[in-house]
């Protein structure tokens, strides 16, 4: 699974950009959408799934990415306010002779077997772990120490007119000219800004999501990505639990980084 500095996990942005653009389709409207640590009880180098991201260096681990969305649900905060239960994944296939089965159940969901959750929307899983030794990948990168590609596809399930398919290069759209790499050109429709656009579509459509809200039309131009993803309440409040009871190491980043607006 391939990230990098722009689409942290370009699977789920990707099917992410699916069901953002199934509520729109719902809706009647035609926008195209567009470093956590272990429990220092249960550290050990056996146990940790990490992964380095392209283009930054660091460390972050993949294993508490999959713990956290075990718990509140891969649907993030925008559609978390929109929907009547969390979207969980069932099942984790592992495709590798060193993957360990007991090991990934524990970075997954036993390591929070005897601790309490309050939140009772949300409800810890026990998805079920496969794991294929045999399977080899012909084109894997050897030696182990090598960085990923700085390139990367994703699709989403959407019809062939909306571009289900993206190639980018260091987390832009491959092809855009230099001087437009820092403008919304050169956005990949999984990114934050282009999945930021569908959920202002989405309230500027539906007045009952803005009345459930409690959003005002004319409050829609100021609206920052920030202020949308606090909207949704309650995924905050269970997502602050597990960072300050399970994910204390988890990296915090600027809070400015998410006060970006829609250009015009």
Not at 33 to 40: Q, S, T, V
Not at 191 to 210: A, G, T, V
Not at 242 to 251: D, H, I, N
Request: aromatic share 10%; charged share 25%.
């Amino acid at each position: 699974m391939h990230t990098d500095g722009n689409t942290r996990n370009p699977m789920l942005q990707a099917f992410l950009r699916y069901l953002h653009q199934e509520l729109n389709k719902d809706t009647g409207s035609h926008l195209e959408c567009g470093d956590a640590g272990i429990d220092k009880q249960l550290e050990t180098d056996d146990d940790v799934v990490n992964a380095t991201q392209a283009s930054r260096g660091e460390r972050s681990s993949c294993s508490d990415k999959l713990a956290r969305w075990n718990v509140l649900g891969v649907q993030g905060a925008f559609i978390d306010s929109l929907i009547h239960e969390p979207i969980y994944l069932t099942s984790f296939n592992f495709c590798s002779s060193e993957a360990n089965v007991a090991n990934i159940e524990r970075a997954i969901f036993k390591r929070w077997q005897h601790k309490e959750f309050r939140m009772h929307f949300y409800k810890p899983q026990r998805p079920l772990i496969r794991v294929s030794p045999k399977f080899k990948f012909d084109y894997a990168q050897q030696p182990r120490t090598q960085q990923p590609s700085p390139n990367g596809l994703s699709w989403s399930h959407l019809p062939d007119r909306l571009r289900p398919y993206e190639i980018s290069v260091n987390g832009k759209r491959q092809g855009v000219t230099k001087k437009k790499l820092d403008t919304p050109v050169a956005a990949l429709a999984i990114s934050k800004y282009k999945l930021f656009l569908c959920f202002l579509e989405l309230l500027r459509s539906q007045k009952e999501i803005r009345k459930t809200l409690d959003i005002l039309t004319e409050d829609l131009p100021n609206l920052s990505y920030g202020t949308c993803k606090q909207l949704a309440t309650r995924y905050q409040e269970a997502w602050q639990q597990l960072k300050s009871e399970y994910f204390e190491q988890w990296t915090r980043k600027p809070d400015k980084l998410l006060e970006f607006k829609r250009i015009a």
